[in-house]
């Protein structure tokens, strides 16, 4: 085989697109492989450049093929989508991966250990308990509707409800039997949650840029865990708006003829990250407005002069994302006095 400069890969559950070039660009390599033979062909074939996009089982392939001595580029699907020349076919985004693989400017993902993917497994169940437990409550709360009991705002009610539902005589014997059920499966629930909680705490003592991040106002250890768990290596964002453009914190450009448009925010990157900033950043403005901030930001003083708490919450939590990056990057602790003085 002549000497290759660049292998795309397509990657699937069982079958491997191959397309690779020389150092004249042309198209020396066109295969299919299947997946037990992935390890056998690179480990017979000299250091390359090899390019995957960034899915599922991508990062296990960019260790294995690290360890046989070939350099790894993950790159975004979105990324890859622009080179696609026409139709979409295991071939053609295997070619589509190589040219993105070749451009200069192009942007890579951060290829994580197995240790970094079992912390992000974590976070990842905890999301997921949370979105049962709410579907859950919600269910709860609107077969009690059909029965005439209501509850308060708040997860703290659910159990209460719960009680009322299983004791009153007027709804019938069947209804109470599956609200019984529902309390078992809402306990079960909450206690595989507070289990996941108590991982997610352990490992954020253990974290010292999680600890450190905690610090920053908005921030608690839940999203602390998750910035540190989500960013591995914050050096690979050259600052703290790109860093708040890959969570998807930043407005949409549309400018254009000299005129500067901006739009909603992005809504790029990690939806649960983002959402948790924002929370966070929502909470802080709630103390703000009612004199219960210890170190209020004249910035943010300001801000909600001219701007609703909503968009004013966005606005927050992108300075949040730009803060714990800089925090990431330089080992810093937060100092509330220079953050205030910095956003003034």
Same mark, same amino acid.
């Given at each position: 085989? #002549?000497?290759?400069?660049?292998?795309? *890969?397509?990657t699937?559950?069982?079958?491997?697109? +191959?397309?690779?070039?020389?150092?004249? #660009?042309?198209?020396?390599?066109?295969?299919? +492989?299947?997946?037990?033979?992935?390890?056998?062909f690179?480990? %017979?074939?000299?250091?390359?450049?090899?390019?995957?996009?960034?899915?599922?089982?991508?990062?296990?392939?960019?260790?294995?093929?690290?360890?046989?001595?070939?350099?790894?580029?993950?790159?975004?699907?979105?990324?890859?989508?622009?080179?696609?020349?026409r139709?979409?076919?295991?071939?053609a985004?295997?070619?589509?991966?190589?040219?993105? +693989?070749?451009?200069?400017?192009?942007?890579?993902?951060?290829? @994580?250990?197995?240790?970094?993917?079992?912390?992000?497994?974590?976070?990842?169940?905890?999301?997921?308990?949370?979105?049962?437990?709410?579907?859950?409550?919600?269910?709860?709360?609107?077969?009690?509707a059909?029965?005439?009991?209501?509850?308060? @705002?708040?997860?703290?009610? *659910?159990?209460?409800?719960?009680?009322?539902?299983q004791?009153?005589?007027?709804?019938?014997?069947l209804?109470?039997?599956l609200?019984? &059920?529902? &309390?078992? #499966?809402?306990?079960?629930?909450?206690?595989?949650?507070?289990?996941?909680?108590?991982?997610?705490?352990?490992?954020?003592?253990?974290?010292?840029?999680?600890?450190?991040?905690?610090?920053?106002?908005?921030?608690?250890?839940?999203?602390?865990?998750?910035? %540190?768990?989500?960013?591995?290596?914050?050096?690979?964002f050259?600052?703290?708006?790109?860093?708040?453009?890959?969570i998807?914190? !930043?407005?949409?450009?549309?400018?254009?003829?000299? @005129?500067?448009?901006?739009?909603?925010?992005?809504?790029?990157?990690?939806? !649960?990250?983002?959402?948790?900033?924002?929370?966070?950043?929502?909470?802080?403005?709630?103390?703000?407005?009612?004199?219960?901030?210890?170190? &209020?930001?004249?910035?943010?003083l300001?801000?909600?002069?001219?701007?609703?708490?909503?968009?004013?919450?966005?606005?927050?939590?992108?300075?949040? %994302?730009? *803060?714990?990056? @800089?925090?990431?990057? !330089?080992?810093?602790?937060?100092?509330?006095?220079?953050?205030?003085?910095?956003?003034?």
């Amino acid at each position: 085989m #002549e000497k290759l400069s660049r292998i795309g *890969i397509d990657t699937s559950k069982q079958i491997f697109q +191959l397309h690779g070039v020389d150092d004249f #660009e042309r198209v020396v390599l066109r295969r299919k +492989l299947r997946r037990k033979e992935i390890l056998g062909f690179f480990g %017979a074939l000299a250091p390359t450049l090899v390019g995957l996009e960034a899915s599922g089982g991508a990062h296990y392939w960019a260790r294995e093929l690290t360890r046989l001595g070939h350099t790894v580029r993950l790159i975004a699907p979105q990324y890859v989508k622009p080179y696609v020349k026409r139709n979409k076919n295991d071939a053609a985004d295997a070619e589509a991966i190589c040219e993105a +693989l070749s451009r200069p400017t192009m942007r890579f993902v951060a290829v @994580k250990s197995a240790e970094s993917q079992a912390v992000l497994m974590l976070a990842g169940m905890r999301e997921r308990l949370v979105r049962s437990r709410t579907q859950l409550a919600n269910a709860i709360r609107g077969y009690a509707a059909e029965f005439g009991l209501v509850a308060a @705002k708040g997860r703290a009610k *659910i159990e209460a409800l719960l009680e009322r539902l299983q004791t009153d005589e007027t709804i019938p014997a069947l209804a109470r039997e599956l609200f019984a &059920a529902h &309390a078992d #499966e809402y306990a079960r629930l909450k206690a595989r949650l507070e289990a996941v909680d108590a991982k997610l705490m352990a490992w954020h003592r253990s974290n010292e840029p999680s600890r450190r991040l905690a610090r920053i106002p908005g921030v608690g250890p839940v999203i602390a865990s998750l910035l %540190a768990m989500k960013t591995p290596n914050p050096h690979t964002f050259r600052s703290g708006r790109q860093y708040a453009a890959w969570i998807g914190l !930043t407005p949409k450009d549309h400018s254009t003829a000299g @005129k500067t448009r901006h739009g909603v925010i992005t809504r790029a990157g990690d939806e !649960t990250l983002r959402s948790l900033l924002v929370v966070g950043a929502t909470a802080v403005i709630w103390q703000t407005r009612r004199g219960k901030s210890r170190h &209020a930001s004249p910035w943010l003083l300001a801000l909600l002069k001219r701007k609703p708490p909503k968009l004013a919450a966005v606005a927050l939590a992108n300075k949040i %994302a730009r *803060i714990a990056w @800089k925090l990431m990057t !330089t080992g810093e602790a937060y100092d509330p006095r220079r953050a205030s003085a910095a956003m003034a």
